[in-house]
Every structure is written in C-alpha cells, then in structure tokens.
C-alpha cells in the first residue's frame, strides 16, 4: 500500500509553525510497512487543496489529511475531501452532543454555527474519536482509495493516530488480504556519555544495513535508532533485539531506558525498586525538576514534596539553610546546595533529598560564578549515617536551555545514584 | 513571485528527522514578499524527484530544494534539476580546491571522487558559499525560472539561506525591475476567549487580504497573527499597526501580549507593575508553574518561593491545610484549593498565593471527580482583609495535556486577578 500526506495550513506555507505532524504520522505510517514516496503541504485554499489531493489520489491508496477540520471559514479539509471524492456530509447527531457536551464541560461559550460546522462527517466515514479536542477525524474509503482526515494540532492528531488510525488502518489491511511489509524500531537511551563515545562504541554496527543503527543527540542524551523491516512483525521484532542486544553488552550502564522513556520514568523505577522516597529543593530550575518527575504516572509513591526555594529567605525558612553559610559561600555553592537537599529530606521525612542551584542569567553572573553554574547535591540516609554528595556543573546556553540541562542533569545524578 | 520548496530525502517520508528546513526557508521567502502555495517532500529517487520538479516549474517561479546534495550515490539533486532544466554540470575547479583543504584541516580523508562529486556545479549557476559545510548552494536560472538548490542539514542550510540567498534573491528582484516587497507580521495574543468567541469579534477583519488577519490556537491561548506586505518595511508596518489597533479596539481585554510574549511573562508584568508578590503552591503540576514563571528573567523580584505539596502530609505540614479538611472534602475539592493558596501566602508572607490541586491521571479519577478535574485558587491580601477565589475546570487530554492545560489556566486565572 502507497500513502501519502497532505498538510493543510498557510501556517506552514509561511514558515509560521513547524510541520511536525508530517513527521508523526510518516513514522506511524512506515511502521505499519505503508510506503511513502510523497508529502504535501497546501494552503487553506480549496482550489489548491483539491488539486493537491487529486494529485495524490492518483499515485496513492492511502491519503491522510493534517488540519483544516476546525469550526472556522479557514478549516475546508471536509468539504474538499467530500468534493474530490464525491461523498457528501451528513450532519452526525452524535458527534455534535459531544462537541456541546464538551465545550460545556470547558465552560467554553456553545456557538451553534461552529458546533453544526464540526459535526459535518463524510457519509459513510468512519469516525475516530478525538482525545484532546472536539473536531473528531474521519476515515473514508471509495473506490479503493482511502482517506484519513486528522485535526492539525499535535496533542489531538497524535492520539488519535496511535489509539484509532493506526489500528483502523491494521484493521484495512487484513481485509484486503494484503502482506505488509513490517518495519520496527527500538531506541535505544544513554546518558553519561557523549556522542563521540557512544559512536566510538558502536562504530561497527552504525554501518550495518538491516537493521540499521543511527545515533541521535538530545538535551543531555544520545539515542541509538535501531531499526529493521521485514516479511513479518517477529521477524523485523528478532532482527531489531539482535542488534540490541549488541548495543547492550557494549554499553549497559549508560543505557537508562527505551523509546519513549525518559529519564525521570528511569528514576521513578529506581526509586520505587528500591522503596525510597524523594524530597526536592529546586532554586534556579523553578519547579521544572518536580515538574519531570510528576510527568510519570504514579509518581505520588516515591515523590513526597518540592520545595522551590527562589528566595533566600525561603531557603532559610523551609530548609535551614543557615543565614551565616548563605552570606559566607553565596546562594549559588556547594555548601548551599548540601544544605538545601539535607534540609529537604529532613523536613519531608523522605529518604533522599536531591537539590539545585544556580545561575539561569542572563543577569546575576559574575566572573567566579559565571552564567549556568549549577551545583547538583544529593543527600541520603545510607545504613550507618547520611551519605552526600554535590556535582558543579557550568552549561552553556540561553535561561530556557540552562534550566532544563540543570534539570535534566540532576535526574541523571539521581539515576546514577540509585544504581 | 511565486516560490516553491521541495524537500528531498527518504528519511523526511519515514518520519525519521523533523521538516525544519521548510519552515526555515518558508519563513525567509515570505519576508522577501515571495509568496508560496505549495511545498513538496520527495525521497531519494531520481524519477520521483523529476516529476515533483516539473510540477513545481510549471506553477512557481522560484523552486527552492533543500537536501541531495551531499557525496553520496543517494544524493541525487543536482544531477535531477540539470536534466529537468537541460543544463550540464560542469566541474568548478575553485569549489574543489575550497572542500578539499576544509577537509584537511578537519583531518577527514579527502576521498577524491566524493569531492569530483561535490564540486560539480551547474552551468552558469551562482556559487552559494557553505560556511558550515562542503557543499555549496546554487542558484540556477533558466527560461525565466530560478531554482536554488541548498544542502539539508539546518546547520549548512540556514546561513547560506540568510547570507547567501536572501540577498542574491533581492538582486534577482531588483535586477528583473520587480518592486522588491516586504512583509512584517505581528502576532496578537489573546487568552480567557476561545477561538470561535475571538472569530466572532474580528470576523470582518478576517476577510481583509492585505494586511491578512489570521487566528491560531494554542493550548490555552488563541494567537491572531496581522501580516501585511508592502513596497517598504516602514509601509509594511504601518498596515499591521494599524490592524493590530482595531484588533485591540475590539479584545483589549483579552489580549495578554504580542509575537513572542509569554503568558507567564504577562503575569510578570503585572505583578511588577502593581508591587505584588507571589508563592505557589502546586499539587498535579508538580512545579509545572514555578518552572513556567521563572522562565522569565528577573522573576525573582516578585516570586518568592513555591510548594510542591504533592503527598497530604506535605499539604498539612507545609501550608497548615487541616486534615479534617483533606478528609471531608478530598485534597482535590474548592476548600482544600483555597486553604493552600491562603497557607502559600501566609508561609512566604507574600501579597499573593496562587494553588493548584487536580487529577493529572491516568489513575485516581471517579465519577465525582473525574480525571482532569482541577482547582485553581487564589488568596490575597485586600485592603479591608483577605479576598480569595477558586475556580473548578476539567480538563481532558493525557496526564501532560491536563497538567500543561491546568498551568496555564493557572496563569490566565492569576493575569486576570491582577486587571
């Protein structure tokens, strides 16, 4: 099967927005062995969007549309899908209860034209329900073509792709009989070592062809993209735990998890392995530490309370951190760091205490502690008394970036420490 | 002038890298006034790529490639566009010399077929230096149409595209007697209002073509983005300006900030302006809030510190919330918002105090208070005592969206309170 994607947006003809949703749905569609050999992008302007689905309708089975499906003059997705096809819309009773029911729900104002406008669906469409939003996206088919028609915001579109296309389109295939060719990939997550480590590691395997090893960088992270197609979901599954299981025997203790996990998930399975719970003293990071952490379902079990100590009133207040240590040493210091995290596992009670500090800029620098130093403390309760330690760090960066490598260095300390 | 972007790779079809080439260049073509109806994606693939050219020659006067031109076998653009075009490459002895002594001083091999390669150029094009890179860009005209080929990665494309073909394109313009145009854009922010409410009000002003008034939605906000194009940047921006004034006229209210303004930065603001300070205190954001506030620089002047109450025992312990309370009404209810807002404030011995208590789920919801449901309350000093309030919302999405949702509401909630 041959699919196509076709954006919908002058958004994106301006360069207003980036066009992640293309990528999304193209790497859904490789993993269900659809083949692409276009992408589309077109305004909100229906002689241009017809002729863009024309176009691929001719050389593809499968079209699937991103945006234009909103309550607005602007959103046309529907009426040109309908169009070009010639399916009509039909008003669904169903799908316009939701849509009050939920912007009721929101305490949203109910305007009845943008209600009426969303639950216009192409008759006979098979609709796929909508998480996040209230324009639901529809699944036609006619003449043995198909088309998937998903909302343009990410937080709708993605949902809806993984909990119904993508199962919709699993479905089309089986009862057209047809083979898939299957596609399956793993990455695979380190932390604690650079790139040119982690390649220097794997250089061999990175030349390998099927599967296929490819490294990525992220925010603190490498990533090794593991993958491989082949005749058969198992088949593709072996081929990819191989080359794995390769990586693995190289590089165990800085993998810290896999695909879509992150490393505060890799911290909340250590903690909650090891019974122990978690207080943080967050200062230049804001919240931002709590905030990951929290990211993790049940992360109640391991994570008691947060205190972000921006002010060093706070830090004496909540923490203890004695007004003679902050004068002597300054906020940002080894000695404030300790302090806030024993002072953060005392007061919560909890077995450890991780805490931050530092300079986020880009004012407050100066040339003994410049912008982005951070000093990273852990401290924790070990069988025969308290057991701590502190890390200093300078990163490079802009406040936004400062704060997450800060952030995002102190879960990977935590993880580290929990080994 | 109408411009085209067609993108080439086979990793872009398979969702493996993000598209931000096209919204780089996309951007840079609409600021020279070159206006853009489609865009295309292509893999690697000699015949596909002729057919996504011929198409784009025959309705654009500009194609812009990005990709391809790298010394690889599948590296395939400048040999397609020559023969679509009818133009011979021919060796650009200059170009060979430049790439080989970059690649010593790299200490890379010099492989001399992948420079012959490299150094191929197409007849008669002009040279767009690459300063990140070995490939240069060109930018061949023919026929009266003008392709301009750029190497993929970002790091190469984006300086040669501002220093190299956004001047060379403003030649191109002055040279064929066009009157160059500029395009300034403006984006009014608004929140407190959905986007069928803010439709409502600037629907006349929507249908206007020059300056174009166009919304979009984000999480919480809706975003009215005012462009206009105009002979002069000065005229250009006195078109928006004056769009921009009737759109205010019509939703000051509502209007938080402009481009690049944060909702976090307006509350900022206002609390600046009015001597106002503020303590959190978070339950399902886990320090969401704080991290969003103190992404604004100087922020410390009016954020003293935050709570993040995540267990009950923290809510009693930290902000006096009493535990009759937490059992009668459930930490998630308006009372126990209310008494942790007025703890937060009467801890820090700030002016304000700011909670936030709700199920993030996926676990924990029941038919009386469901997953999404959150509190948000604030309690402040008036002249004549206290003055509080909260506010009930569900909130659908995964555990991050209805964390994210609860936030910002959080901040839209705060910015209102302080009118």
Redesign the interface.
């Known amino acids: 099967m041959i699919g196509e994607i076709v954006c919908v947006g ?11 949703d ?9 993993e269900l062995g659809i083949d ?8 909100d ?1 229906r002689e ?1 969007l017809a002729a ?1 689905l024309r ?1 691929a309708l001719g050389r593809s089975d499968l079209v699937v549309t991103c945006g234009g499906l ?5 959103d046309l997705t529907k009426e040109t899908v309908g169009e070009v096809l010639g399916v009509p819309l039909v008003h669904d009773p169903a799908v316009a209860d939701r849509i009050t029911c ?2 009721e ?5 109910v ?1 009845s034209r ?1 209600v009426a406008k969303q639950a216009l669906v192409l008759e006979g469409a098979r609709i796929l329900p909508n ?3 209230t324009a639901p996206g529809l699944l036609v088919s006619k003449g043995g073509k198909h088309v998937a028609l998903l909302p343009g ?1 990410p ?1 709708e579109l993605e ?1 809806m792709v993984r909990d119904h296309l993508g199962p919709a389109l699993r479905e089309l295939a089986a009862a057209e009989g047809r083979a898939a060719s299957f596609l399956h990939t793993r990455v695979v997550k380190l932390c604690g070592l650079g790139e040119p480590a982690v390649e220097e590691a794997v250089r061999d395997l990175i030349h390998s062809a099927n599967p296929s090893v ?1 490294p990525l960088v992220t925010v603190g992270e490498t990533h090794l ?1 593991v993958t491989a197609k082949a005749p058969s979901q198992a088949e593709a599954r072996a081929l990819v735990e191989g080359m794995v299981a390769a990586v693995e025997e190289r590089l165990r203790p800085h993998i810290f998890g896999y695909d879509s996990e992150t490393i505060a998930e890799a911290c909340g399975k250590r903690l909650r392995a090891r019974g122990v719970t978690l207080a ?1 003293a ?1 200062s ?8 990951l ?3 993790v ?4 079990e391991y ?9 060093n ?2 830090k004496t207040q ?1 923490l203890g951190v004695g007004q003679e240590l902050l004068s002597r040493y300054g906020a940002v210091s080894e000695e404030v760091a300790l302090a806030m995290a024993r002072g953060a596992r005392q007061s ?1 009670g909890t077995s450890l205490g991780l805490a931050l500090t530092g300079i ?4 407050g620098g100066s040339e003994a502690k410049p912008v982005g130093l951070v000093y990273i403390a852990i401290s924790g309760e070990a069988p025969l008394g308290p057991t701590e330690a502190c890390w200093r760090h300078v990163f490079s960066g802009e ?2 970036l400062i ?1 997450q490598r800060a952030a995002h260095r102190s879960l990977v300390r935590l993880w580290e420490w929990l080994a």
């Open positions: 002058t958004e994106l003809l301006l360069g207003q927005i980036t066009n992640t293309a990528r999304f749905v193209a790497e859904r569609l490789a692409a050999y276009f992408q589309q992008v077109v305004g302007n241009r863009a176009l909103g309550p607005t003059e602007d939920l912007l729900r929101h305490g949203s104002q305007l943008a998480a996040a939003g915001p937080a949902p490819a993209r943080l967050e230049l990071t804001g919240g931002l530490v709590g905030h952490l929290t990211e379902p049940g992360s109640s994570f008691e309370r947060g205190f972000v100590v921006y002010s009133q706070a909540l919560a986020a800029g880009p004012d406040r936004g704060k």
